[in-house]
């Protein structure tokens, strides 16, 4: 669980990045820095299931695989929708310190207690927390980066990594959306069943 340790460490390593505006290939093109289109019409919002809480997402597969991910952070990691939680996903303002969080600016990106861990934030995720992170990741089967492996390092943040007509992508979406119905007219269940992230064969 999050502690206040843990928000006053984070803010205290953020202090260092500087803001600056978006430049490059999503400005000229109007495609954010993983190459999907920015397009205000083509986002909603969506609630995260078993949750209060709420995001702006493109819809479509960017949606059915980024509110997994954030389903399953709220049932195994912690609660999105706490005064210390919350969810960030589509928005217009241009002004960042890294070229990955422009993957915002098209909805195929979301941050998970963006405010625990900001960019360049000295906290990291606790070993077991990341070994579900982990275990998501595999889940998407190479269809999402995460924050944490990435330069400047950012723990909250995940976002599509394969363009919009990806194969893969689509396979994955309709497995993990829980808003389409089973073979038995069932939907799926909205905690997103996985095996264990500690089973030796998710491992």
Not at 36 to 50: C, E, L, N, S, Y
Not at 57 to 79: D, M, S
Not at 140 to 156: F, I, M, N, R, Y
Request: charged share 20%.
């Amino acid at each position: 669980m999050v502690t206040r340790r843990t928000l006053l460490g984070a803010v205290a390593g953020a202090g260092a990045v500087s803001l600056v505006p978006f430049t490059g290939a999503e400005a000229a093109t109007r495609t954010s820095g993983n190459g999907w289109p920015i397009d205000p019409d083509a986002v909603a919002t969506f609630r995260v299931a078993g949750s209060a809480a709420s995001v702006v997402l493109r819809t479509g597969a960017a949606a059915a695989v980024l509110l997994h991910i954030a389903r399953r952070w709220h049932y195994e990691i912690a609660p999105l929708d706490t005064g210390e939680g919350g969810i960030t996903g589509h928005r217009t303002d241009r002004a960042s310190a890294a070229a990955f969080e422009s993957n915002h600016l098209s909805g195929t990106a979301i941050a998970l207690y963006p405010r625990a861990y900001p960019l360049g934030g000295i906290e990291p995720l606790a070993p077991h927390h990341e070994t579900v992170v982990r275990d998501i990741l595999l889940n998407c089967e190479g269809t999402v980066s995460w924050g944490g492996d990435l330069q400047p390092v950012k723990a909250s943040h995940f976002h599509l990594a394969v363009p919009a007509h990806d194969a893969t992508l689509a396979r994955v979406a309709a497995r993990l959306d829980t808003s389409r119905p089973t073979r038995t007219g069932r939907r799926r269940p909205t905690a997103g069943v996985v095996a264990g992230p500690e089973g030796v064969r998710r491992r």
